[in-house]
């Protein structure tokens, strides 16, 4: 990776955005001060610094010239940063978050996935994020419920590392069955995903696209049954081949329980693995539930930045944008740290030299632990009561 050693981290992270379109002066006709690239790259930095709030963005900024400096700002207020959030259009946060997506796969290429032999996996699902009932009237779903939903494929690059290639934003009321035709397109994948997406009309449209997807269903769609297979785990029911109402191609239907009884019956279009790889596989969708929780712990999801729909949707696409570039970095610098723990130590370092931050990143120990040892276990005494400012009863025991 390419670097200017006495360079910022914040600095080298944003220069690896692909942006520069949107520093156009063209571009930001009429927004002089505050481009629509220096914008982008401030909601990023907040992400992948944890700011709080406009003001400690505002705050951040001017504590920090040469950030403010390769921003090209000057003077630059909360206020100002709020309202051009809310007025920038969502389909350049789009682009610049499918720009850094083009190099994730560029980067990951050659990666098998979980195993060579189920190849690319996308898995597919939506998440929500609650916003306050009295400032998003345009978000209500129920009387207690004024929420947006981000509908989400994730693809699975290894078996302990993803990253989201595409979503739709929308709002609470948009069920997931009604975004799969955005989000399950031909990619040469097979699309895992649960009891939301396969409706009779997605699973016909599916078959007839000849695509691969491994889909949980409902107990009420209805199935008539053309050949049994054998079954080669204990806890498999039964493996068939199977008609649906409205359709004339057969598909797959394993049925398993899991260790708490729980019924799972899953359609799918991989006749090539085996019941066993088909239950195994679709346990593997807890990995878009993962990356839903990190991203709202670790990064400034949950942390609604707007109240009007734009500005929630591009808040949606730099969230994302920003996890990508925490990716790109952890897999450029090949580190073998877990995604958090590099982009805590990037918190750390933000503001240090990229030499400071790689020092610290390829340390050696200098000393080597010698394992858990065996020691006699010493029984616990009661604290000794120290000082002269409390007021301590001891309590005798019975």
């Known amino acids: 990776m390419k670097s200017i050693g006495h360079k910022a981290l914040i600095s080298q992270c944003l220069d690896l955005l692909p942006s520069e379109v949107y520093g156009c002066p063209l571009v930001n006709y009429g927004n002089d001060k505050l481009s629509a690239e220096a914008l982008m790259k401030i909601f990023i930095a907040a992400n992948l610094d944890n700011w709080h709030s406009y003001q400690h963005m505002e705050l951040m900024l001017d504590a920090n010239h040469a950030l403010k400096k390769s921003l090209d700002l000057d003077t630059m207020s909360g206020s100002q940063i709020s309202r051009r959030i809310n007025d920038l259009p969502t389909e350049w946060a789009q682009d610049l978050f499918f720009k850094v997506v083009s190099i994730l796969q560029?980067?990951?290429?050659?990666?098998?996935?979980?195993?060579?032999?189920?190849?690319?996996?996308?898995?597919?699902?939506?998440?929500?994020?609650?916003?306050?009932?009295?400032?998003?009237?345009?978000?209500?779903?129920?009387?207690?419920?004024?929420?947006?939903?981000?509908?989400?494929?994730?693809?699975?690059?290894?078996?302990?590392s993803c990253f989201p290639d595409k979503i739709l934003p929308s709002t609470g009321n948009v069920s997931d069955f009604e975004s799969s035709d955005e989000l399950i397109e031909d990619l040469g994948t097979t699309y895992l995903m649960d009891r939301g997406y396969p409706s009779k009309q997605n699973l016909k449209t599916w078959l007839d696209k000849n695509l691969l997807f491994v889909a949980r269903i409902t107990q009420s769609l209805k199935v008539h049954t053309l050949e049994e297979y054998s079954v080669d785990h204990p806890a498999i029911i039964s493996d068939s081949k199977v008609l649906f109402s409205s359709s004339d191609k057969p598909?797959?239907?394993?049925?398993?329980?899991?260790?708490?009884?729980?019924?799972?019956?899953?359609?799918?279009?991989?006749?090539?693995?085996?019941?066993?790889?088909?239950?195994?596989?679709?346990?593997?969708?807890?990995?878009?539930?993962?990356?839903?929780?990190?991203?709202?712990?670790?990064?400034?999801?949950?942390?609604?930045?707007?109240?009007?729909?734009?500005?929630?949707?591009?808040?949606?696409?730099?969230?994302?944008?920003?996890?990508?570039?925490?990716?790109?970095?952890?897999?450029?610098?090949?580190?073998?740290?877990?995604?958090?723990?590099?982009?805590?130590?990037?918190?750390?370092?933000?503001?240090?030299?990229?030499?400071?931050?790689?020092?610290?990143?390829?340390?050696?120990?200098?000393?080597?632990?010698?394992?858990?040892?065996?020691?006699?276990?010493?029984?616990?005494?009661?604290?000794?009561f120290q000082g002269s400012v409390a007021k301590v009863k001891v309590q005798k025991r019975k």
């Open 106 to 160: 560029d980067l990951t290429q050659n990666e098998n996935g979980i195993t060579k032999k189920i190849g690319q996996l996308s898995i597919v699902d939506s998440t929500h994020l609650k916003l306050p009932s009295e400032l998003c009237k345009w978000a209500y779903v129920s009387k207690e419920w004024h929420v947006v939903k981000m509908h989400t494929r994730v693809r699975v690059v290894s078996e302990d």
């Open 251 to 384: 598909v797959r239907l394993v049925v398993f329980k899991d260790d708490k009884d729980r019924l799972y019956r899953l359609m799918t279009s991989r006749w090539d693995l085996t019941s066993q790889e088909i239950m195994n596989l679709y346990r593997h969708r807890w990995k878009i539930e993962t990356f839903f929780k990190w991203i709202k712990q670790h990064l400034s999801l949950v942390k609604i930045w707007s109240t009007k729909p734009q500005g929630v949707w591009n808040q949606m696409f730099l969230s994302l944008t920003a996890y990508c570039l925490a990716l790109i970095l952890q897999l450029k610098t090949g580190t073998n740290k877990t995604l958090w723990e590099f982009l805590l130590l990037i918190r750390v370092y933000m503001y240090a030299s990229w030499d400071t931050f790689t020092g610290k990143l390829f340390r050696k120990k200098s000393k080597t632990s010698k394992g858990r040892q065996k020691v006699p276990i010493e029984k616990k005494k009661d604290p000794e």
